[in-house]
Nanobody, 125 residues
Framework: QVQLVESGGGLVQPGGSLRLSCQAS????????VGWFRQAPGKEREYVCGFNRNGIPLYEDSVKGRFTVSRDNAKNTVFLQMTSLKSEDTAVYFCAADSTIIQSSLRNQRQYDYWGQGTQVTVSS
């Protein structure tokens, strides 16, 4: 199994940038599909972006063109580069991983076996 730890959250002004990290341990991240999810107060957790086991990405429309997901195999880490941030992006961000999920199911959080504990992102002026 794999363990996941998110980091990099914080306070940023609208239009600013922030990079989140998802450090994996216990297994190579290369064997897993990875998804980023977020949950704002009073709302359900929602899909943001991710990639399948071959590294093919899938972005939610609300972040397409602003967020980029990437992977560093040497560091066993997945990154979420966020630019042009909006107040609507404020949420706790989670990374999740699964060894069998296919790309068409990346948005379905119930398909993921492993989850980090989240990192807070606040976009405010």
């Amino acid at each position: 199994q794999v363990q996941l730890v998110e980091s990099g959250g914080g306070l940023v002004q609208p239009g600013g940038s922030l990079r989140l990290s998802c450090q994996a341990s216990g297994a190579s991240i290369r064997r897993y599909a990875v998804g980023w999810f977020r949950q704002a107060p009073g709302k359900e957790r929602e899909y943001v972006c991710g990639f399948n086991r071959n590294g093919i990405p899938l972005y939610e429309d609300s972040v397409k063109g602003r967020f980029t997901v990437s992977r560093d195999n040497a560091k066993n880490t997945v990154f979420l580069q966020m630019t042009s941030l909006k107040s609507e992006d404020t949420a706790v961000y989670f990374c999740a991983a699964d060894s069998t999920i296919i790309q068409s199911s990346l948005r379905n959080q119930r398909q993921y076996d492993y989850w980090g504990q989240g990192t807070q992102v606040t976009v405010s002026s």
